[in-house]
């Protein structure tokens, strides 16, 4: 079955521009986590969503949302760009949610953005 | 906060040699994952472990969780070049629900 897919795959954006991903995750997994990766920070939480609710956030400013539709598809919104945005974003499905200990996650190959 | 914290952060290793990562959070966790991370590629997990004192092997790799279940390890015997990539663990700590990642091992095999 298809993996969890992540759109775009990479993005420039200039200072103070706002940008939207995208994440599929896998058919009959409820639970969408979003995670950025950077190199001095290592992979950091952002948010989960399950059945459309968002369940955990991590220690991001507000200027970082997100949702979840009906289907399961997520999108995280950043707004007003910062120099240190540039990261990895990385989306992860799970059949559950992370408060459940089979919370295995499967990883999309990520959304590559640069902030100039 | 909550934290889990990997050691060592770089490894370089000849071919053939072994390799171990340690794993170490400030509380208790009630599982430990283990993921992969080729150059370039994005975390694919390893292994889940639940049990305190829980060892569990695959092929060349063994992997286990402390009797606490506040530490955990991945000891790779006689690396293989497809062996390089970044080594991460992941629990949940204390009452957290979200997977927290450590901070990574990068491992490197010189052939």
């Known amino acids: 079955k298809a993996g969890v897919t992540q759109t775009p795959r990479y993005l420039i954006k200039t200072r103070g521009q706002q940008v939207t991903l995208s994440c599929s995750p896998i058919?009959?997994?409820?639970?969408v986590s979003w995670y950025q990766q950077t190199p001095g920070q290592g992979l950091q939480f952002l948010f989960e969503?399950?059945?459309?609710?968002?369940?955990n956030k991590g220690n991001f400013p507000g200027r970082f949302s997100g949702r979840q539709f009906s289907n399961s598809r997520s999108e995280m919104n950043v707004s007003t760009l910062e120099l240190g945005d540039s990261a990895l974003y990385l989306c992860?499905?799970?059949?559950?949610?992370?408060?459940?200990?089979?919370?295995?996650?499967?990883f999309g190959a990520g959304s590559r953005l640069t902030v100039l | 906060g909550q934290q889990v914290m990997q050691i060592p952060q770089y490894q370089h290793v000849q071919e053939g040699e072994d390799f171990t990562t340690y794993c170490n959070s400030s509380?208790?966790?009630?599982?430990i994952q283990w993921y992969k991370q080729r150059p370039g590629g994005h975390p694919v997990f390893l292994i889940q472990?639940?049990?305190?004192?829980e060892v569990k092997k695959q092929k060349r790799l063994t992997f286990q969780f402390g009797e606490a279940k506040k530490n955990s390890s991945l000891h790779i015997t006689a690396t293989q070049t497809t062996d390089v990539g970044t080594y991460f663990c992941?629990?949940?700590?204390?009452?957290?629900?979200?997977?927290?990642f450590g901070s990574g091992t990068q491992l490197t095999v010189l052939p």
């Open positions: 509380t208790t966790l009630s599982n």
């Open positions: 969503y399950f059945s459309e609710t968002q369940r």
């Open positions: 058919s009959g997994h409820r639970s």
């Open positions: 992860a499905s799970s059949l559950v949610g992370q408060s459940s200990g089979a919370n295995v996650l499967t």
């Open positions: 992941a629990g949940p700590p204390g009452s957290a629900r979200q997977l927290t």
């Open positions: 472990l639940v049990k305190s004192g």
